[in-house]
């Protein structure tokens, strides 16, 4: 992409307004606590201190909507404290020319190291830097800064009682994040009645898996539905499109197929109906004729082999889930344990990881690492410039600076382009608010309130708006301090500019493209892709809890009732893991694809057209890991003879292709070849029923991953031609079970 486009692309997208779902409550809780503090601090100490209180307050409460599926108190207890201590050292450090620098580059430069541990903490650190550039101009002696700091500190503390005592939907989020992981499922289903090879968002999986994280003491309260139906989602995933595929035995036309497309329209039914169930709290209401469709003795006599299989466990599978979400709304057992199963940690948990993201992070060709030198040089020189202009206010073009950047370059631009233009018209609203009505300090201060407040409404909509609602706010609070707004509206709009100006430049000239990185993200994917289809095809060696009595279900199910053997035992836990891994990879690949479509930067390495099909030939080789998945024995399975040599062998070339895709080199996968030819080719999968046919499965699957990685490498030989007529690329890393 030429730096023309790439501009006008990063241009439209800070300029856009998106359709996002609004969250009133949440945004009348904050601009609450914001009123509270404010009003209090006009009361006892005057509208400078509540300026500074205002400022804390609203901090800590931007750290209650970052992104969590409920929100931190603690975060914004440590947004408060943190602001509290930054404004008074660096009012203790203001007028020195030099230390101030020294400071201000210090902590710009910690903040930009904190993206390492994440958006959320990587924000609320830069929040803090910008605040500190205007708050510490505020007090006049050191014991107002440290009157101020209390009342920062006071901000915080309001914002995290007022989660406690003012929860809002307490479980409805964890609840929507399940019901739209079962509402994608039910939506997959359908779509596999006429595409028995569809694709798959991950998204709604990965998020629900994210949300069903909880503390210890909130496992002990949450509702009882909220607990089983995620893990059974997971199990059906692959068994829908086990059933689907016509690999598996099932032909494109005739009875069988038609049975299978009744089956799978029931499926939807019964997982549209729990996840309507589990949103809104209430027992499940599957339709009967879906329920009745898994009982009719006509699978038996039209389905065989693999697609008996598959439709039995479905059938089980379903009927587990709509008994585990009719407790909805129900409380917990009264022995619940502390486990919990996927554990939230504490913030103070938290701490000796975060501190290791960050040291990882320090090595010379880490965008982290550059993103931190790149906002610290840019702010320290932005606030030298606004000093020596003879503007006043010189903190405006550090502000802006570290506010608009990011660590890649398309969030950096769009982000100083929506900046500017919201500062344009937020400056221009509250202009004509004070020309026009010449309110005072109370008045200014409930109308910065309510900007406040529609800004935490639409932060979710784009930089635009919230930065309009932003800049009204910030221009209203300096009002309430005694500034008018002659002071602040010139230059606010031109140090505004040069910040922006000074942000985009700094990209241009020392970046971290995503780019040149793309073969190191395929090379990451391939190697936990491969491992997830190597740790499937182990378990077909030794299957889970060899020698264990076929009719022992401990998780409940009935004697002899075909269920999925991963998640069970040590072995299904090690498969869990690989696909969990595998997932993330794939994410890191899609999200690195995204970032590199926005730079206007050549190809080096990995041309795009090679990419997507490289993406096409890994999506293959995940799907087909994921058909062998579906079909693990159940416990006291036979072994498959071979499986174990399979595995080994595939485990080895892939990570020898993954080191050959990082030098640039096309994988070469010999040693898989000659495992799969080393046994004689078994009848096809569709043939025989009960163990008989896994073996069938296993060597069908293992050709199908060998066919995907050839295509893998002509994807990657520069010397081989591209298909013209490759699909497009719609995410075809979502035909992965890793999707």
């Known amino acids: 992409m030429s730096w023309l486009r790439a501009l006008g692309a990063s241009a439209r997208s800070g300029l856009t ?11 009348l809780r904050a601009a609450l606590g914001l009123a509270l503090v404010m009003a209090f601090g006009l009361w006892a100490l005057g509208p400078i201190a509540a300026v500074s209180s205002a400022f804390g307050a609203f901090q800590a409460a931007i750290a209650t909507f970052q992104r969590s599926w409920r929100p931190r108190p603690e975060l914004a207890l440590v947004s408060g404290a943190s602001l509290a201590v930054s404004s008074f050292l660096g009012y203790l450090a203001h007028p020195y020319l030099g230390p101030f620098l020294a400071l201000l580059g210090a902590w710009t430069f910690l903040a930009g190291l904190t993206w390492a541990i994440g958006p959320t903490i990587g924000l609320l650190a830069t929040t803090n830097v910008a605040i500190m550039l205007i708050t510490v101009t505020l007090p006049s002696s050191i014991g107002q800064a440290a009157v101020h700091a209390a009342m920062m500190v006071l901000g915080g503390l309001v914002q995290a009682a007022l989660v406690v005592l003012l929860p809002v939907r307490r479980w409805g989020a964890r609840r929507d994040a399940l019901a739209d992981a079962l509402a994608a499922e039910a939506d997959y289903a359908r779509r596999l009645r006429h ?51 016509p690999a598996l035995g099932v032909p494109d036309t005739g009875p069988a197929r038609d049975r299978v497309r009744e089956l799978l329209a029931a499926a939807g039914a019964v997982l549209d109906a729990t996840a309507h169930a589990v949103r809104r709290a ?65 913030l103070v948990a938290l701490v000796p990881a975060a501190a290791a993201e960050v040291r990882r992070e320090l090595r010379r060709r880490s965008p982290v690492l550059r993103h931190a030198v790149r906002v610290t040089a840019v702010t320290t020189a932005g606030y030298l410039a606004g000093s020596l202009l003879p503007l006043g206010h010189g903190y405006w073009a550090p502000l802006t600076s570290v506010m608009v950047m990011r660590p890649d370059f398309s969030e950096t631009y769009a982000r100083a382009v929506g900046r500017f233009g919201g500062t344009l018209l937020g400056v221009a609203l509250a202009t004509a608010l004070v020309q026009s009505a010449a309110p005072g300090s109370l008045v200014l201060g409930a109308f910065a309130v309510l900007c406040a407040g529609l800004m935490y409404l639409l932060l979710r909509t784009g930089q635009f708006a919230a930065q309009t609602c932003l800049a009204t706010y910030v221009v209203l609070l300096l009002g309430m301090a005694g500034e008018q707004w002659t002071q602040t509206v010139p230059e606010r709009v031109v140090l505004t500019l040069v910040g922006g100006l000074l942000a985009m430049l700094s990209y241009a000239l020392y970046p971290a ?3 040149p990185r793309l073969r190191f993200r395929l090379a990451d994917w391939l190697t936990a892709v491969g491992r997830y289809a190597a740790t499937v095809l182990a378990r077909y060696a030794v299957p889970a809890d060899e020698g264990a009595p076929r009719g022992a279900q401990p998780d409940g199910a009935p004697a002899g009732e075909p269920r999925p053997a991963h998640g069970e035992g040590p072995d299904g836990a090690a498969v869990r893991a690989a696909l969990l891994k595998a997932r993330t990879a794939r994410a890191a690949w899609h999200d690195s694809v995204a970032r590199a479509a926005a730079e206007p930067v050549r190809s080096r390495g990995l041309a795009p057209g090679r990419a997507r099909a490289a993406e096409r030939a890994l999506g293959r080789f995940g799907r087909a890991a994921m058909l062998l998945e579906a079909h693990l024995t159940e416990r006291g399975g036979t072994p ?13 070339a892939v990570d020898e292709g993954a080191r050959a895709v990082r030098e640039r080199r096309v994988p070469d996968w010999r040693p898989v070849r000659e495992a799969l030819a080393a046994d004689p080719s078994p009848p096809p999968p569709g043939d025989g029923d009960g163990d008989g046919h896994v073996d069938a499965v296993v060597r069908h699957g293992a050709g199908l991953l060998l066919a995907a990685l050839e295509d893998l490498s002509r994807a990657l030989d520069p010397g081989a031609p591209q298909d013209p ?11 992965d079970p890793t999707t």
């Open 17 to 27: 307004v998106e359709r996002k779902r609004l969250e009133p409550l949440l945004a």
């Open 195 to 245: 595409d028995p090879v569809a694709p798959f968002d991950p998204a709604p999986l990965m998020a629900a898996r994210e949300a069903a994280a909880v503390t210890v003491r909130q496992a002990r309260r949450r509702p009882a539905d909220l607990r089983g139906p995620r893990p059974l989602a997971e199990r059906i995933r692959p068994v829908l499109a086990s059933l689907a595929d």
């Open 282 to 346: 209430e027992p499940v209401r599957a339709p009967a004729w879906a329920v009745a469709a898994f009982r009719t003795p006509d699978t038996g006599s039209l389905l065989t082999g693999p697609s008996r299989r598959a439709a039995l466990r479905l059938g089980a599978l379903l009927d587990r889930m709509a008994d585990l979400a009719a407790t909805a709304g129900a409380d917990p057992p009264a022995d619940r344990t502390a486990s919990t199963g996927l554990v939230r940690p504490s």
């Open 513 to 515: 493209w995503e780019t």
């Open 640 to 652: 498959v003879p071979g499986a174990a040599a399979l595995a080994e062998a595939l485990r080895r």
């Open 725 to 735: 007529e490759a699909p497009p690329d719609v995410g075809s890393g979502s035909l």
